[in-house]
């Protein structure tokens, strides 16, 4: 099984600029393991931000944004707000059809 | 609007096995497979199987393989999941999510203990 790996913690100032990225120990992330991203608060469900890589649910704030980047898939965060705070998860998926998850980034707001 | 209601929390024993439901609603249920993700507290998420809601097979990871089944009654338009054998490390919170939708159940913590 693949290991996903992703920055165990980052910090971003409000209003700042914070990019997470999300690795494969396969080799590089592509548009084929269609990346997903996963926002987490304390005791709620994860809440779906983005799939296939780039695409935006109707929820998703404007600010987030997915893209690929130097062989990782990438979650970037604009203008940060407090409410951002939060643990962030991707999702790769692979040829065995058995996806695989990351180990999340705790990003705060600070 | 798209719903998935899971069952309510459970207490097992080690060595029972347990089962969790999502009911679906506010989509056509056979389009989308629906994925069971588990959360241990403290812990990461973990992806645990998958079923296609249409033709009703299965994936599952690796590290489940044999202790899970993923099953799921078109009529009722419900997905269940069974995990057998189970220790005190199962102690989590399971979700389900047709993970295409970007909709997820509210969880359902199970708890081991004896």
């Known amino acids: 099984q693949a290991v996903v790996t992703q920055e165990p913690s980052l910090t971003v100032s409000p209003g700042g600029t914070v990019t997470l990225t999300c690795g494969s120990s396969?080799?590089?992330?592509?548009?084929?393991?269609?990346p997903y991203w996963f926002q987490q608060k304390p005791g709620q469900a994860p809440r779906t931000l983005i799939y296939d890589t780039s695409n935006k649910h109707s929820w998703t704030p404007a600010r987030f944004s997915g893209s690929l980047l130097g062989g990782k898939a990438a979650l970037t965060l604009s203008g940060a707000q407090p409410e951002d705070e939060a643990e962030y998860y991707c999702l790769l998926s692979f040829s065995d059809a058995r996806p695989v998850f990351g180990g999340g980034t705790k990003l705060t707001v600070l | 609007q798209v719903q998935l209601v899971q069952s309510g929390a459970e207490v097992k024993k080690p060595g029972a096995s347990v089962k969790v439901s999502c009911k679906a609603s506010?989509?056509?249920?056979?389009?989308?497979?629906i994925h069971w993700v588990r959360q241990a507290p403290g812990q990461r998420l973990e992806w645990m199987g998958w079923?296609?809601?249409?033709?009703?097979?299965?994936k599952f990871s690796q590290r489940f393989q044999g202790r899970v089944t993923i099953s799921r009654d078109t009529s009722a338009t419900t997905v269940y999941m069974e995990l057998s054998s189970l220790r005190s490390e199962d102690t989590a919170v399971y979700y389900c999510t047709p993970v295409t939708t970007g909709y997820w159940g509210q969880g359902t913590l199970v708890t081991v203990s004896s």
């Open positions: 079923i296609n809601a249409d033709n009703g097979n299965t």
């Open positions: 396969t080799g590089a992330v592509t548009s084929g393991h269609y």
């Open positions: 506010g989509y056509t249920f056979t389009k989308y497979a």
